[in-house]
């Protein structure tokens, strides 16, 4: 089956720092999104991705389905933006279903 | 508030004892999943339902877990005899069908096996 695979597994900021987190899959894909999971457990939607840029306050994602891979840009980072970040993927005939990779985790210190 | 709901947000019971999750997704959306998440994980696809049809079932998902959607709305998540193996969150989402689109998760239910 498709694999999903995120980097840095865990990453440590100050805050004001900014950031990148990378997702590369193993195959072609239908969907993409990116998932904050918040302390209580819930995933937050950030972005539904499939290809392409989009940005969303200091948030922004890029797609390059051609190269299998995304990256989660956060700029300015607070401490609310602590947790873990998810990329999860759709695969051609997946009925909408997500693979999600094992996440990364991120810790911003005042 | 129009998400996905779920219930009950935590549940604690002995080992051998029978749950039950319940799942209430977005309005109109016609597929709904299950997924399980435990400590240091990413989700992992149980199942998953269109309409009242359930379509697709992991491995994941022994015959001590069943899953229905009765009516096409609702969704239920039995464990019958749980094992401390099954303690875990139990995510569920729910899509509004179109060929590729965006999935919404609940906050789901945070099980403990003692």
């Known amino acids: 089956g498709i694999q999903v695979e995120q980097s840095p597994p865990d990453l440590i900021l100050q805050e004001g720092a900014n950031s990148t987190l990378r997702c590369n899959f193993s195959d072609s894909v239908n969907n993409l999104q990116w998932f904050h999971q918040n302390p209580w457990g819930q995933l937050i939607n950030l972005f539904y991705?499939?290809?392409g840029t989009k940005q969303n306050g200091r948030l922004s994602a890029t797609t390059v389905a051609t190269e299998r891979y995304s990256l989660l840009y956060i700029s300015s980072s607070q401490t609310t933006d602590s947790g873990v970040y998810f990329c999860a993927v759709e695969y051609p005939g997946g009925y909408n279903k997500l693979i999600f990779g094992a996440g990364t985790r991120l810790a911003v210190h005042p | 508030d129009t998400g996905v709901s779920q219930d009950p947000r935590h549940k604690i019971t002995k080992r051998g004892q029978n749950v039950t999750f319940r799942c209430d997704p977005i309005s109109e959306h016609n597929r709904l999943y299950w997924y399980r998440q435990t400590l240091g994980q990413g989700p992992e696809f149980l199942t998953y339902?269109?309409?009242?049809?359930?379509?697709?079932k992991s491995r994941l998902l022994s015959d001590r877990f069943s899953a229905e959607r009765p009516k096409g709305s609702f969704s239920t998540l039995e464990i019958q005899r749980t094992e401390q193996g099954d303690s875990a969150m139990y995510l569920c989402?729910?899509?509004?069908?179109?060929?590729?689109?965006?999935?919404?998760f609940g906050e789901g239910s945070r099980l403990t096996v003692l």
């Open positions: 989402a729910s899509s509004p069908g179109q060929a590729a689109g965006e999935l919404f």
């Open positions: 339902f269109q309409n009242e049809a359930q379509l697709e």
């Open positions: 991705i499939p290809s």
